[in-house]
């Protein structure tokens, strides 16, 4: 149980990532060019860690045959996961944008454990299982819903599917992330191919949209705080995390506590304003949503 609480921090950070990476977005201008300074700083922040503890980034050529293909695709999945939120924040508002991927999270991770996919562990789906996942989605709609303006928005079914493969997408980033971990015996050095590899896909990306060719030399800005840089760092644990917890917990449970602390400081942040957020009141109901999530928490640990 206690295994629960560095992860529940690890969410409870990422309020804090997304308030940088916005605040950059804001300087820079293009989200795409707001991600590459983000994965490149958690780049360069998990190089330093994993040359300070094997001294070198390399990676054994035996080990490209010994694990299997898609065990190098974390990083694509992370980066598609922050794709498809950029994409449809206009269409669904902040709400289904915050909603339809932790949908997709929990979805993805139930089947992973009930199958064991990935080469993750097995956990049945019993009973007392989809009692605390049912639990926990009536908590996190008591937590995330908001009155919102829906006029001109159209077929939103689309949108809403894309939200929820984000987040299924991501859901399997913690158990390649793992197996990876496991086959270079570090999970800082596993999280550093994750970033590297959605960097590389990122500086393609960029490249080839000349706007954001032109955005870039906005990175280096001096009208901004200086916690906007700190988004990659703070990804960079989040991912190091994951891959060293995921075979631990499996990923239905991992996934749930972080979405438990992300909710939580997310609540604490629209409550007094924190960096740079519009103070908002948090109703009565938004705490009963947590408890909620708590309880279906519990629920998934125990039985």
Known sequence: MWLLIPIFFLGFMTPVQTAANSRLRRSVVSPL?????SFTVGTLFLALITLSQKGSVA?????????????WLGGLCGLWGLTVNIIIFPKLGAVQTALMPMLGQIGMGVVIDSLGLLRSPTYPLTPSRILALLILLAGI????????????RGNLLWWQLMGVSGGAIFAM??????????GLYSSVHAAFISFFTATVMLVLLTVIIPSDRVNILKIFSLNRPWWTWTGGVIGGVFVTGFAFFASKTGIGLLLVTSICGMLTNSLIIDKYGLLGAVKKEIRPVQYLGLVLVVIGIVILRLF
């Open 173 to 182: 980033q913690p158990s390649m992330n793992s197996l990876l971990s496991i």
């Open 33 to 37: 060019v707001a991600s590459l300074v």
């Open 141 to 152: 709609l008591c937590v995330v819903m908001r009155k919102e303006r829906k006029e001109g």
């Open 59 to 71: 990676i054994d050529s035996q080990l490209f045959s010994e694990l299997p293909w898609w065990a």
